[in-house]
């Protein structure tokens, strides 16, 4: 068993190229983000929304070493996964709306979005459900001998809950090819994670033998080497694997929050000095010395492309009442 901080530096094998996609997948997912928030102010969406601004490095850091046909599971904070596994952004945010040309037909909402055929089994409501799902699926993995590996996305709050420590239990006793990222976002919901959490989140594994690694969940590359070592680890056949990913949302809980339990200051602070994006950014103008005009110009197209998914759902229909009754168990 081996519990450890890991923080790794730029890799000798980026390109330019490779990079400016990392931005840009960055930058889409924040970009999306901002635009749902605007959408949520506008009552276009309704209900729960719950934002990734701030965690993008995240998700892409993940996204950066599984291969086509790997699961991916988390809960309610879940349009940037949908989008990072393939999921149409114009669907994303037509499901948001609530349209029927949403991923789930305009009936799951922000919390609840799948996608069989991206391999993206949700967006769950329910704080630590996904965890013990995210085994199941790993635990099919394992009996199909298909080499897949199930990548499971829990946050703080949802660490501290009973069903995934028996989830851990179940996933080591039958060695499933399941990583458990933890999204260390801080907050609880508007509980900070000192107020609430006895011991380190990553070290949760520990009783059942799970190796596991704390990163720097701002940082691309420290995410994607850790995850890199992980899901090699559950692909080969030796089980679990726990990675806790430091990281920090910029916005409320939910839409619905006005996040008085932190300061602006606080805030500020993650904005400044530790954004995901900046981060990358610095790298690529030292590195591979890209100008800000090209910055500007990715930022420009992607603005455009967000615009064209929002134009998109709100031309889309409302779901015809019969809807209710289908696709109910």
């Known amino acids: 068993m081996a519990t450890k901080k890991l923080k790794i530096a730029t890799n000798t094998t980026d390109t330019k190229e490779s990079l400016l996609k990392v931005y840009e997948d960055m930058l889409f997912l924040r970009r999306f983000e901002e635009k749902a928030a605007n959408m949520y102010q506008q009552a276009v969406i309704a209900g729960f929304c719950h934002l990734y601004i701030g965690q993008e490095a995240v998700i892409t850091g993940c996204k950066a070493v599984t291969k086509d046909g790997d699961d991916y599971i988390t809960s309610y904070r879940c349009h940037a996964h949908a989008i990072a596994c393939g999921v149409a952004p114009e669907n994303v945010m037509a499901e948001l709306a609530g349209r029927v040309d949403g991923v789930s037909k305009g009936k799951g909402g922000s919390m609840h979005i799948f996608s069989k055929e991206h391999h993206?089994?949700?967006?769950?409501?329910?704080?630590a459900a996904q965890t013990s799902m995210g085994a199941g699926l790993a635990f099919a993995n394992k009996m199909q001998k298909n080499k897949k590996v199930c990548l499971t996305f829990l946050g703080d709050g949802a660490a501290n809950a009973g069903q995934f420590f028996e989830t851990l239990n179940m996933a080591k006793l039958w060695d499933l090819p399941v990583v458990f990222v933890i999204e260390n976002n801080k907050y609880s919901m508007g509980t900070s994670q000192p107020r609430c959490a006895s011991g380190e989140l990553y070290k949760r594994g520990e009783p059942f033998n799970i190796p596991s690694v704390e990163v720097d969940g701002q940082d691309f590359f420290a995410v994607r080497d850790a995850m890199k070592k992980a899901v090699d680890h559950a692909r080969s056949g030796k089980g679990p694997y726990i990675v806790e990913a430091h990281t920090y949302r910029y916005r409320g809980h939910s839409m619905s929050d006005p996040a008085k339990y932190r300061t602006r200051e606080e805030v500020e602070n993650y904005r400044q000095k530790n954004d995901p994006?900046?981060?990358?950014?610095?790298?690529?103008?030292?590195?591979?010395?890209?100008?800000?005009?090209?910055?500007?110009?990715?930022?420009?197209?992607?603005?455009?492309?967000?615009?064209?998914?929002?134009?998109?759902?709100?031309?889309?229909?409302?779901?015809?009442?019969?809807?209710?009754?289908?696709?109910v168990l």
Not at 120 to 127: E, K, L, M, Q, S
């Open 120 to 127: 993206f089994w949700g967006g769950h409501g329910i704080v």
């Open 277 to 327: 994006i900046i981060n990358l950014t610095k790298v690529l103008e030292k590195d591979f010395k890209v100008k800000d005009e090209e910055l500007k110009s990715i930022d420009k197209a992607i603005k455009q492309q967000v615009e064209e998914a929002v134009e998109f759902a709100i031309n889309s229909p409302e779901p015809d009442a019969n809807e209710l009754y289908t696709d």
